[in-house]
């Protein structure tokens, strides 16, 4: 199926791991020359080599998503590289520190909140202005299951993804009438680098090894979806390549769970 998007310049956040990376893969397969960003690693020289030695177009561009003057000037980079910007894709966050309620400090929060929410809202005003003159204008959000159904740890994780959601509403509704396009995608658990270190918390927690952390993790977590299977990331990067096709031009503020029929309720 072509979705129309060859040619398409994309800028994903957070794009040299896990559901990232699929998504700079699935973006690229489509024809789209994708930027990314990242902290500056091998991993994001390694993933920029293989989609380029597929026939890819991609460039990988170190960020500290934390200084907002360092992601307006990658931002802009981003555009100068190819002539303009049609697609962000706002996936970068995570937990930071992994705990319960009485566990967090101040500055897990303050750092979750920076980490999830802000960097949503630096990345977005700061490709603004390039996609105002886009004639396709796409923003996607990669949310969390956890923004609707909070578990038992993570809840300063958990109550800014639920943030991101309602932001990315907010900007659907204040951008409608540029026919700037903002959409929220809410995961359930996918196999990804964010999985692996909530593997790694367990196993420290309960002095297990990580393979047996990884084994219990697993079977506790498939046993809660009813199609008793945790996700890849891949399931969540075709569902953005859809949202940033023509396709999909009468689709914005629209929150997609994609859980594996996981969400007992949707809010």
Same mark, same amino acid.
């Given at each position: 199926?072509?979705?129309?998007?060859?040619?398409?310049?994309?800028?994903?956040?957070?794009?040299?791991?896990?559901?990232?990376?699929?998504?700079?893969? #699935? $973006?690229? %397969?489509?024809?789209?020359?994708?930027?990314?960003?990242?902290?500056?690693?091998?991993? *994001?020289?390694?993933?920029?080599?293989? /989609?380029?030695?597929?026939?890819?177009?991609?460039?990988?561009?170190? /960020?500290?998503?934390?200084?907002?003057?360092?992601?307006?000037?990658?931002?802009? =980079?981003?555009?100068?590289?190819?002539?303009?910007?049609?697609?962000?894709?706002?996936?970068?966050?995570?937990?930071?520190?992994?705990?319960?309620?009485?566990? $967090?400090?101040?500055?897990?929060?303050?750092?979750?909140?920076?980490?999830?929410?802000?960097? *949503?809202?630096?990345?977005?005003?700061?490709? $603004?202005?390039?996609?105002?003159?886009?004639?396709? =204008?796409?923003?996607?959000?990669?949310?969390?299951?956890?923004?609707?159904?909070?578990?038992?740890?993570?809840?300063?994780?958990?109550?800014? =993804?639920?943030?991101?959601? &309602?932001?990315?509403?907010?900007?659907?509704? *204040?951008?409608?009438?540029?026919?700037?396009?903002?959409?929220?995608?809410?995961?359930?658990?996918?196999?990804?680098?964010?999985?692996?270190? &909530?593997?790694? #918390?367990?196993?420290?927690? %309960?002095?297990?090894?990580?393979?047996?952390?990884?084994? *219990?993790?697993? /079977?506790?977590?498939?046993?809660?979806?009813?199609?008793?299977?945790?996700?890849?990331?891949?399931?969540?990067?075709?569902?953005?390549?859809?949202?940033?096709?023509?396709?999909?031009?009468?689709?914005?503020?629209?929150?997609?769970?994609?859980?594996?029929?996981?969400?007992?309720?949707?809010?």
């Amino acid at each position: 199926m072509d979705l129309q998007i060859k040619g398409r310049i994309a800028l994903v956040t957070g794009g040299s791991r896990g559901i990232g990376a699929a998504i700079v893969r #699935q $973006l690229a %397969q489509e024809g789209v020359k994708v930027i990314f960003c990242a902290r500056a690693s091998a991993t *994001m020289t390694e993933l920029e080599s293989e /989609v380029c030695a597929g026939g890819g177009t991609c460039l990988g561009i170190p /960020v500290d998503v934390f200084d907002s003057a360092a992601v307006l000037a990658a931002v802009d =980079k981003a555009a100068a590289t190819w002539g303009g910007l049609d697609i962000l894709v706002n996936n970068v966050g995570g937990a930071g520190r992994f705990g319960g309620f009485e566990d $967090l400090k101040d500055e897990d929060w303050i750092k979750a909140y920076e980490f999830n929410v802000l960097s *949503m809202v630096r990345f977005t005003r700061a490709a $603004l202005p390039y996609l105002r003159e886009s004639t396709l =204008k796409r923003v996607i959000n990669i949310s969390s299951i956890s923004a609707h159904q909070p578990g038992q740890h993570n809840p300063h994780y958990c109550v800014t =993804k639920a943030a991101t959601v &309602n932001l990315g509403k907010h900007l659907a509704n *204040m951008l409608a009438k540029e026919k700037i396009l903002v959409n929220t995608i809410c995961p359930g658990p996918v196999h990804s680098e964010s999985w692996e270190n &909530n593997i790694r #918390q367990v196993a420290d927690k %309960q002095l297990i090894s990580i393979d047996e952390a990884r084994n *219990m993790v697993e /079977v506790e977590e498939s046993s809660k979806i009813p199609l008793n299977a945790i996700g890849e990331a891949e399931h969540i990067s075709s569902i953005v390549a859809l949202l940033a096709s023509p396709g999909s031009s009468w689709t914005t503020g629209s929150c997609f769970h994609l859980n594996g029929g996981k969400l007992a309720a949707a809010f």
